[in-house]
Every structure is written in structure tokens, then in C-alpha cells.
């Protein structure tokens, strides 16, 4: 069964300082997609990046950088010199072809970043 | 462009009365999903369409609830005979073509509150 599964519940910072949200998965297909997803206090949810499953290249854009392994079937999002805009729940999602077009969310991590 | 719009952004409701929440996805959109996000969880997937018909329902709960997306474009959600346990915020969400590789992008939601 597919599962996604962020421990961090909550996660308080100062500004500036570095924090990596976790995200550990689960699926039995080796063909599958990856997602990180912001929800500010707006509530809106926002698409941050996918990762399939056959790259493995950790991806930097600006200040966000993600590192997938899946030798430890995870998917982490780090966040360099944090701001209080940053502030915010965070979501990883799987979705894979066996689920049709499900994507399955993680609980969430919420970033509270302190000026 | 516009991006998903959600309306009602809020509603109460008395227990056992009947509800309608409406999406009108990005332009576009072929794929139109109906999520639902309890507080401190993450979206639960209810129900998927591919153009006019729902590809997927096997995430509503139970026959209470209906969807149509009668032209392929605006999509209704239909609940009745509301409980109080189907309070929860109600997020749509379109993707150009579908598929688990696309990635889903939400309306800000339609919090269902049943008194």
C-alpha cells in the first residue's frame, strides 16, 4: 500500500537558520512521483517540485533544495536561510500508476519560522 | 491565468441539510479532483474526473456524497444530508491531462462547517 509519512509535526526556527522537513514513503511500484506542496495560513496549497522516481539528482532552486534517496525511501526538503515568509504547513505526496490518479499526502509539517 | 476558483470559501450548515460546493478549474484542465482536508491531516482524496465522467469515486465515504462535472469544465460536489463529521475543508484541484505524473494544482477550498 502506498503511504507517505512526515514524522515532524511541528518545527520552530530563527530566521536564517537552515531546516530540512522529512518525508519518508511507501509503495511497492518502482515507477512513481514524488511532490512537495506548501500551504500557507491563506490555505491554498502550492505546488513546490515532482521527482520521478528514476532521478535521483538532488534539485536546488534558490534558497529550497531537495534530496530523494531511494535507498531509504525518502524525499527530504531543505530550506536554506529561512524566512518568515516560509512560514507554513508543508506536504509530500506519492502518486504512482497503480493508484490510478490518486495522490496520497503526507500529514504535513508545520514551519513556524521566527523573526 | 486564473487559477481554481472555489465558491462558497465558507459554509455552515445545519446537521441534515443538503450542500453544494463548486469548482471551476484552470483553464484548460482536462483532470479535476475533489480532496478533503480534516484539521492537522493532510488532503484525502474523494473523487477524480477525466473530462465529464468520474474515473474515480472510490474515495467518497459513502452515498451521501456526489460529484458531477456535467460540460467537463465546472465540477459540483453534492452532499446530503450533512453530519457533523463532514466538517472538513473541501479542496478542488485540476491538472493539465491527469495521470500520476501531473502535478495537482488546488483552489483555496470551501470549509464545510455542520452545526
Known amino acids: 500500500?502506498?503511504?507517505?509519512?512526515?514524522?515532524?509535526?511541528?518545527?520552530s526556527v530563527v530566521e536564517k537558520e537552515d531546516v530540512t522537513l522529512?518525508?519518508?514513503?511507501?509503495?511497492?511500484?518502482?515507477?512513481?512521483?514524488?511532490?512537495?506542496?506548501?500551504?500557507?495560513?491563506?490555505?491554498?496549497?502550492?505546488?513546490?517540485?515532482?521527482?520521478?522516481?528514476?532521478?535521483?539528482?538532488?534539485?536546488?532552486?534558490?534558497?529550497?533544495?531537495?534530496?530523494?534517496?531511494?535507498?531509504?525511501?525518502?524525499f527530504n526538503f531543505?530550506?536554506?536561510?529561512?524566512?518568515?515568509?516560509?512560514?507554513?504547513?508543508?506536504?509530500?505526496?506519492?502518486?504512482?500508476?497503480?493508484?490510478?490518479?490518486?495522490?496520497?499526502?503526507?500529514?504535513?509539517?508545520?514551519?513556524?519560522?521566527?523573526? | 491565468g486564473a487559477g481554481v476558483s472555489q465558491t462558497p470559501s465558507n459554509k455552515v450548515t445545519e446537521k441534515g441539510k443538503y450542500v453544494e460546493l463548486r469548482c471551476d478549474p484552470i483553464s484548460g484542465h482536462t483532470a479535476l479532483y475533489w480532496y478533503r482536508q480534516s484539521l492537522?491531516?493532510?488532503?484525502?482524496?474523494?473523487?477524480?474526473?477525466?473530462?465529464?465522467?468520474?474515473?474515480?469515486?472510490?474515495?467518497?465515504?459513502?452515498?451521501?456524497?456526489?460529484?458531477?462535472?456535467?460540460?467537463?469544465?465546472v465540477s459540483t460536489l453534492k452532499i446530503q444530508r450533512t453530519e457533523r463529521g463532514d466538517s472538513a475543508v473541501y479542496l478542488c484541484a485540476s491538472s493539465y491531462g491527469g495521470g500520476y505524473n501531473s502535478p495537482l494544482h488546488f483552489g483555496n477550498g470551501t470549509r464545510l462547517t455542520v452545526t
Do not use: M
Not at chain 1, 81 to 105: E, I, K, R
Open chain 1, 22 to 74: 522529512d518525508c519518508v514513503y511507501e509503495t511497492r511500484d518502482t515507477t512513481y512521483y514524488l511532490f512537495w506542496y506548501k500551504q500557507p495560513p491563506s490555505g491554498e496549497l502550492v505546488f513546490l517540485i515532482r521527482r520521478n522516481s528514476f532521478d535521483e539528482q538532488n534539485e536546488i532552486s534558490g534558497r529550497y533544495s531537495w534530496n530523494f534517496q531511494k535507498s531509504t525511501s525518502s
Open chain 1, 78 to 115: 531543505t530550506i536554506t536561510a529561512s524566512q518568515v515568509v516560509d512560514s507554513a504547513v508543508y506536504f509530500c505526496a506519492l502518486s504512482d500508476p497503480n493508484t490510478g490518479n490518486q495522490f496520497y499526502f503526507g500529514t504535513g509539517t508545520s514551519l513556524t519560522v521566527i523573526p
Open chain 1, 1 to 11: 500500500a502506498q503511504k507517505v509519512t512526515q514524522a515532524q509535526t511541528e518545527i
Open chain 2, 40 to 73: 492537522g491531516q493532510g488532503p484525502e482524496f474523494l473523487i477524480y474526473f477525466q473530462g465529464t465522467g468520474a474515473a474515480d469515486d472510490s474515495g467518497l465515504p459513502n452515498d451521501r456524497f456526489f460529484a458531477v462535472r456535467p460540460e467537463g469544465s
